[in-house]
């Protein structure tokens, strides 16, 4: 009784089919975890917004005076950042910290996310950029500090909190 085997030739071909299915998934699986990681980040951006938003309640209905801090070692900052303003209304200063954040911002300025300068000391309901209105919802208030996501493609690779609490993951690009 003759017994069948596999043959080094057949074993090698399973073993090549095995490995271009596991290259074609890899980037599948890639983008899945930039994926989720993208769903914290804009998880922080909404619990930035609402300590935000007992800010402006406990102060009169006005924003607050921000600046981020800079990635050099020249402090040229006006006003405190963000991470000193709204520290004990975040619960963690982690929030602060985008987890696709791979060029270590949060570690140099404290945090991933910008602050919109020129909301400062805003009417928060009534906000006047540069002498014009405009609706509460066409205003970002935080913003990425970079295109954290671009794994998600150019075109979903920034996160914004505008200042009526709605959330958007696009870019705006030049």
């Not at 085997?5 to 090698?12: C, M, N, P, V």
């Not at 004990?88 to 919109?116: A, H, Q, V």
Request: hydrophobic share 40%; net charge negative.
């Amino acid at each position: 009784m003759k017994r069948r085997a596999f043959t080094l030739i057949e074993l090698l071909v399973v073993i090549a089919i095995i490995a271009i299915l596991g290259a074609m998934l890899l980037p599948v699986l890639s983008r899945g975890k930039e994926r989720g990681r993208t769903a914290a980040c804009l998880s922080n951006l909404h619990q930035i917004g609402v300590a935000l938003q007992v800010y402006i309640d406990d102060n009169n209905n006005h924003l607050p005076f921000m600046e981020d801090k800079s990635t050099n070692s020249v402090v040229t900052n006006t006003y405190p950042s963000v991470d000193i303003v709204l520290t004990n209304l975040l619960g963690s200063p982690k929030i602060l910290r985008c987890p696709s954040d791979n060029k270590l911002i949060f570690e140099m300025t404290g945090s991933s996310y910008s602050w919109n300068v020129l909301l400062n000391g805003q009417d928060a309901e009534n906000p006047d950029l540069m002498n014009m209105t405009y609706s509460v919802g066409n205003i970002p208030v935080f913003f990425d500090k970079d295109s954290f996501h671009f794994a998600n493609g150019p075109a979903h690779s920034v996160n914004y909190l505008y200042a009526d609490q709605h959330i958007k993951n696009f870019y705006e690009g030049p």
